[in-house]
């Protein structure tokens, strides 16, 4: 297994850009894809990025395609997603989710790792 710990979230204006992080602690990190997924309140959980063991591959959802970007650094231990031009429709908690051994998956159920959460609110 693998810990994760996700840091970067809170309350930006609409427009701004944010970085979210993903720090994993336990087995090998870079033998984990890494996904993040993100639930607004009544909603259910939606995926929003993913990105392979190396790198190589990536996904976005449709709503974040074209201003985010997912990467990783494996010396750190650590995934980002950076996120620009936020507006209201991206306020949720942002969970980092990993798999070990699988691809940049979209479902949910295809991960058996997650973090605790961060609260990332776009409001004026």
């Known amino acids: 297994q693998v810990q994760l710990i996700e840091f970067g979230g809170g309350l930006v204006q609409p427009g701004a850009s944010l970085r979210l992080s993903c720090v994993a602690s336990?087995?090998?990190?870079?033998?984990?894809?890494v996904g993040w997924f993100r639930q607004a309140p009544g909603k259910e959980c939606e995926f929003v990025a993913a990105?392979?063991?190396?790198?190589?591959?990536?996904a976005y959802a449709d709503s974040v395609n074209g201003r985010s970007t997912i990467s990783r650094d494996n010396a750190k231990n650590t995934v980002y997603l950076q996120m620009n031009s936020l507006s209201s429709e991206d306020t949720a908690v942002y969970y980092c989710?990993?798999?070990?051994?699988?691809?940049?998956?979209?479902?949910?159920?295809?991960?058996?790792?997650w973090g605790q959460g961060t609260q990332v609110t776009v409001s004026s």
């Open positions: 336990g087995r090998s990190f870079r033998d984990f894809a």
């Open positions: 989710a990993a798999r070990h051994l699988g691809g940049p998956s979209r479902s949910k159920n295809d991960y058996d790792n």
């Open positions: 990105i392979s063991l190396n790198a190589g591959r990536t």
